[in-house]
């Protein structure tokens, strides 16, 4: 019941907005995202002054790579900085992810301090003690709510107690945050709520096939969802793009990244999350959908399309006029061919020609019945994500899986290889 005349409900009260995964500088297929993470973060600033928001959490990879471009670096200060002065009582906690890199992403941490930016990159350990002042937040709402917030980056193998890191990652993972969630413990009042932050993989995250796999580095650092003890109210994560609650649980939750990543991520329900604090308590979840700047086009939707008829579907798109290059969409076209044909990319890119559409993808399906070339045959490298070339190329040689300890040091490989690649 609302009306005239009620009495003024001065209540303890904390909106915090979680989002994560941005990967500023990402390209896709060489196209740049500059555009589409613009509007993101443009509608991301309107969104925290409409809805009021007190702090804002930023769950790892802000950037794509390990030494983003000038360009991407730009829209993070410009956002900080435009934040500060739409919305000043809004405090910004950001912590590292795997493809962030943690001393770049904390590099200007004293600066971004005096605007109530909080960044953790990497886990700040002085000798082998975690430095918990700088990764227990404690934010305070402007009707006096109270939280404290575990903002725990992306750990390496690296950040992790000698005797967990090889034999039981996971179990190294969870001594730090035990640590920090007991250094809150002893300092949070009552009616006061413990948040978490991390940038992880969980056993129970689901992940849709291919898009993802190559961003878990294996499974061997799944982490069970009982890191998240019962008094921890909420817990924002990053790493999976696929929002989504954590085995059935709505407050252990991946926010999901705001745009899609690659193709296969194209279906995929981009959002923030807002969440409210009360006495303590979890007392509302809003899920926001984050506005489409640039749409993703499959042709056809499923499936594939003999040659002709998915020519003609390229040529029927929108012409070049309609619409400003930047927001030209994304398109990947799946052919079925007889034989193999050889100027298959010509002909796909002569259909484009004048049309409103940035080809990113080819994918070239082998009519059923042909004789000898099995599909995997004509199947471009691309196709592949690095672990199943490594597991082809391991049972050549090897019967049975390789071994996790190996995976996960392909994966670790691959990962460092990738960032200095940028
Ligand atoms: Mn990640």
């Not at 605007?115 to 918990?132: C, F, H, K, N, Y």
């Not at 796999?213 to 009982?226: C, D, F, T, Y």
């Not at 252990?252 to 409210?276: C, F, K, M, N, T």
Request: aromatic share 6%; hydrophobic share 45%.
């Amino acid at each position: 019941m609302s009306g005239w005349g009620g009495p003024v409900r001065l209540e303890l009260r904390m909106r915090l907005l979680h989002t994560s995964d941005w990967h500023l500088g990402h390209t896709l297929r060489d196209f740049s995202r500059a555009h589409e993470h613009a509007a993101f973060l443009g509608w991301l600033v309107e969104t925290i002054c409409a809805r009021q928001v007190d702090v804002l959490l930023v769950a790892g990879d802000v950037f794509d790579s390990a030494n983003p471009p000038a360009a991407a670096q730009e829209l993070w200060f410009d956002f900080l900085a435009r934040l500060r002065r739409e919305s000043p009582q809004t405090r910004v906690i950001a912590i590292g992810g795997n493809h962030d890199s943690a001393a770049r992403l904390d590099a200007p941490s004293p600066v971004l301090r005096a605007l109530d930016v909080t960044i953790v990159g990497g886990l700040p350990r002085l000798r082998s003690e975690l430095q918990l002042e700088r990764i227990v937040v404690d934010v305070r709402s402007k009707s006096g709510e109270r939280a404290w917030i575990a903002a725990v980056p992306f750990l390496r193998l690296s950040d992790l107690a000698a005797e967990h890191a090889l034999e039981a990652p996971e179990r190294g993972v969870r001594a730090v945050y035990d640590e920090v969630f007991d250094a809150i413990r002893a300092r949070m009042g009552a009616g006061e709520a413990l948040l978490a932050m991390g940038h992880l993989y969980m056993v129970e995250g689901r992940i849709s096939e291919l898009s993802e796999r190559k961003i878990l580095g294996g499974n061997q650092h799944a982490i069970p969802v009982e890191l998240f003890p019962a008094d921890v109210t909420y817990a924002a994560l990053g790493h999976l793009h696929l929002a989504q609650g954590v085995g059935g649980r709505d407050h252990v939750r991946y926010s999901g990244s705001p745009l899609a990543l690659s193709i296969d991520e194209a279906h995929y329900e981009h959002q923030v999350v807002l969440l409210d604090l009360e006495r303590g308590r979890l007392a509302a979840l809003e899920v926001l959908r984050v506005p489409r700047e640039v749409e993703v086009v499959r042709i056809p939707a499923r499936g594939a399309l003999p040659l002709p008829d998915a020519l003609a579907e390229l040529r029927a798109l929108a012409p070049a006029e309609a619409l400003a290059p930047a927001r030209w969409p994304f398109v990947e076209v799946a052919i079925e061919l007889a034989r193999p044909e050889p100027s298959l990319q010509a002909q796909v890119a002569d259909a484009l020609f004048g049309r409103a559409a940035r080809l990113v993808k080819i994918t070239r399906v082998l009519a059923a019945g042909e004789p000898k070339l099995r599909p995997s045959a004509v199947r471009a490298l691309a196709d592949f994500t690095p672990e199943q070339v490594f597991r082809e190329r391991w049972s050549k040689e090897y019967p049975g899986d390789p071994p996790n300890e190996l995976l996960g040091a392909f994966h670790e490989m691959v990962e460092t290889a990738a960032q200095e690649t940028r």
